[in-house]
């Protein structure tokens, strides 16, 4: 049960955030960009759309190559979240993204997914695209994993699935307006005290060309690939593709758990246009209202808003009516020497559709969080028809410092096609109170923990946190030291010990080269108490695992980190399905038989079993077992094997269908009446073997 009741205006924080967006595979990143003007809107990359449109265009036009992408959305690391590559095949790479975003916005927040396994949090997201499962059913080569890893409720179902979030799971769809509604709806949960806390999240990969050949016979995309907002050359906008993921927690929660907040939500509102204009042109009354709901239940006025986050896609239509709505209900209402502060994250990374609302919002609160306006793009004037100065707007077209005061707000809007509007209104977090705990010159010498399934993911993790540029407000080391102390702990391990950062980055580059304890030299031959604590706690660690020592020695009244290094995933490759182009000259596809015919192996494995000495009999009938459970799991080849035979089935993550499957294998490979119940009765492969093997027995003497 959530320990908050129903308040309808409570104050939502931003805890911990991630992203994978055009140029950019982390927030630090994001924002950098952002602030240097960096366009990150390119030509697509090679063997994205050309190898699937053959020789010629499918199409009549000009195929459009330009839009706004990220790297390797065919890679993910299945190994580290438990999942057979089989399934990750047949996965939608959203899906896939997501999982990685959730835990990265996670560990940002520094929040254990421990601590929230079985606590009713929410998972809220915002999709609209299913190129994957066009191109999945168009290819012909369907699997059972299919059925699950297409549908787009699935998309916050595997998240809460993953993180066994017990809390609301839903998949938002209002088109361009989706992740921005997600979020809205995750406000409202919280409010309502439906859940702890929340995963909002927007994702959209552009996988199909021609969806986006279909945006350009609609004469929604720019000629040449740019969004202009509010420019006199705005012409339509450039798609784009990627993800973004934050955490949100109630204020006083926040405050509570000593967590870092980007930005408090203070209020949020969505409506529809309602049939107020033609289906997908954008209403300026409902845009009016929407924006008026939000700040009524964010409880701000026009003059309190120092940004606008625009939708401002660069279209010549839906330019303007936005535009003239702000001006309206902010502009036009504020002094004319103090015109608002506007701009549109889609001038730098493209229009990321279901994704852009969090686009926005993460652009936003990093804003907040820096104190800093970054420059909108591809802006020099704005349309003759649409003066600026008269509605009291000003784009922001270079970096600009702001303090935000503590009534200071920014507002977010995002809109879709089928008329859901959205607008959501953030501030700063409240000022930090007096230093508590001790003064930092009087903090022990800090221990930083790293941990990863594998020695390399330790030693890319080091390297992340040696190339991470400190921001300007410097954490202290035990600050650091404390925010990697929350996130999970994996198998392999190092530890580096020091009281200020140049010892650490000397540790660091210890880690990298291959140590798992790392010190200042000649720390071991004093006699200094703190310091002999400090190595015996990093020593524990790295032989044991036990956090607990390490978090003894830290101490109390430390503060969380955010934008540090997140786990560096080991992604491997899932080839996208390339549907079939049927032509005069093209034969279908044929469906391959899903697993191989095990009637050759049947008196193959027989006669094995029957020339063999009765000790290797029992590691003959294992050997089996495992290929051909890693055959059921899409694992047969792999190296090196990654079934311990003491694991049960369910510890593996093996769903009931892939058992069901393995034991039909395992009949038709013995001849044996082997149950279904066998496999529940002997869950590991070393308890499985030992019962074929006896039944072999039984059979065959």
Known sequence: MTTHGIDPTAPIAVVGMSCRFPGATHPVGFWNNLMSGTDSVGTAPQGRWEQWLGDGPAVPGTPVTQ????????????????????????????????????????????????????????????ACADDFRTQYLAAGRLDRFGHMGTSRSLLAGRLSHHFGLHGPSEVIDTGQSSSLCALHRAV??????????????????????????????WGGLSADGRCRTL???????????????????????ALRDGDHVYAVVRGSATNNDGGRCGLGVPSHDAQCEVIRAAHRTAGVTADQVAYLELHGT????????????????IGRQRPQADPLRVGSVKTNIGHLESAAGIAGFIKACLAVHHGQLPPTLHHHRSPAD??????????????????????????????????????????????????HGRDPVERPDAVLCLSGRSREAVRALARALLDHPLPARSPSVADVAWTLVQRAQWEHRAAVVGGDWEEIR???????????????????????????????????????????????????????????PTYPFERDTFALPRPVRTTATTAPATQPAPVPDGQDATGSLLDEW????????????????????????????SSPLRIDPDHTFNDLGIDSMSLLEFQERIVSATSLAIPESALFDHPTINELAAHVNTEMEAIRG
Not at 71 to 88: I, N, W
Not at 116 to 125: E, F, I, N, R, S
Not at 237 to 252: H, I
Not at 314 to 329: F, K, M
Request: charged share 20%; aromatic share 6%.
């Open 314 to 329: 660069g279209t010549p239509v839906g330019d303007p009516v936005e535009a003239r709505a702000v001006a309206a209900v």
């Open 67 to 126: 839009g706004g992408f990220i790297d390797g959305p065919d890679t993910f690391d299945a190994g580290f979240f438990g999942v057979a590559r089989r399934e990750a095949e047949h996965m939608d790479p959203q899906q896939r993204l997501l999982l990685e975003l959730a835990w990265q916005a996670l560990e940002d927040a520094a929040v254990s997914p421990s601590t929230v396994h079985g606590a009713p949090w929410g998972v809220y997201v915002g």
């Open 188 to 217: 409202v949960s919280l409010r309502l005290g439906e859940c702890e806390g929340a995963l909002v999240a927007g994702v959209n990969l552009n996988l199909l060309p021609e969806v986006t050949e279909q945006v350009r016979l």
């Open 610 to 637: 029957t020339r063999a000495s009765t000790p290797d009999r029992l590691w003959l009938i294992r050997s089996f077992l495992e290929r051909e459970l890693l055959t059921v799991l899409g694992e047969a080849g």
């Open 386 to 435: 649409l003066p600026l100065g008269d509605l009291n707007l000003r784009v922001i077209v270079r970096p600009e410092e702001y303090t935000f005061g503590a009534d200071d707000v920014v507002g977010v809007s995002s809109f879709g096609m089928g008329g859901t509007n959205v607008h959501v209104v953030l501030g700063p977090p409240p000022a930090p109170g007096p230093a």
């Open 231 to 253: 420019d006199e050359r705005a012409d339509g906008y450039v798609r784009a593709e990627g993800g973004g993921c934050v955490v949100l927690k109630p204020l006083d929660t």
């Open 506 to 564: 000397e540790g660091l580059h210890k880690v990298v080269a291959g140590h798992d304890l790392a010190m200042p030299a000649g720390w071991t031959q004093g006699a200094d108490p703190g310091r002999i604590a400090a190595v015996g706690a990093a020593s524990s660690y790295v032989c044991t695992g036990g956090i607990a020592d390490v978090t003894r020695h830290l101490g109390p009244g430390l503060r969380k980190v955010p934008g540090l």
